[in-house]
Nanobody, 119 residues
Framework: QVQLVESGGGLVQPGGSLRLSCAASGSIFSIYTMGWYRQAPGKQRELVAAITSGGSTNYADSVKGRFTISRDNAKNTVYLQMNSLQPEDTAVYYC?????????????WGQGTQVTVSS
């Protein structure tokens, strides 16, 4: 059974950094385009970064230059390095598959990991 487990969130001051990890199961992980999504209170879940099986990346304008997505197919893991964090980045962060028109689910949504940027 496929599953996604996010970790690495926490409380950080503005300007700080965090590295999120997403551990995935399943033999098809290596061919999936994977992404990081976030959802802030009262807002829709939004895609902030994506990475293809070949390593091509795309980012939302709001995080370009600050976030870096990467993957290790041997470990079935996707990472999100977040630098220069701002209060507006506060949200629950999730990972899952990415399609052309919205999420292409690799598996059920995990619990996510909370990122809080505050003084």
């Amino acid at each position: 059974q496929v599953q996604l487990v996010e970790s690495g969130g926490g409380l950080v001051q503005p300007g700080g950094s965090l590295r999120l990890s997403c551990a995935a199961s399943g033999s098809i992980f290596s061919i999936y385009t994977m992404g990081w999504y976030r959802q802030a209170p009262g807002k829709q879940r939004e895609l902030v970064a994506a990475i293809t099986s070949g390593g091509s990346t795309n980012y939302a304008d709001s995080v370009k230059g600050r976030f870096t997505i990467s993957r290790d197919n041997a470990k079935n893991t996707v990472y999100l390095q977040m630098n220069s964090l701002q209060p507006e980045d506060t949200a629950v962060y999730y990972c899952n598959g990415v399609g052309d028109y919205g999420p292409l689910l690799f598996g059920p949504w995990g619990q996510g990991t909370q990122v809080t940027v505050s003084s």
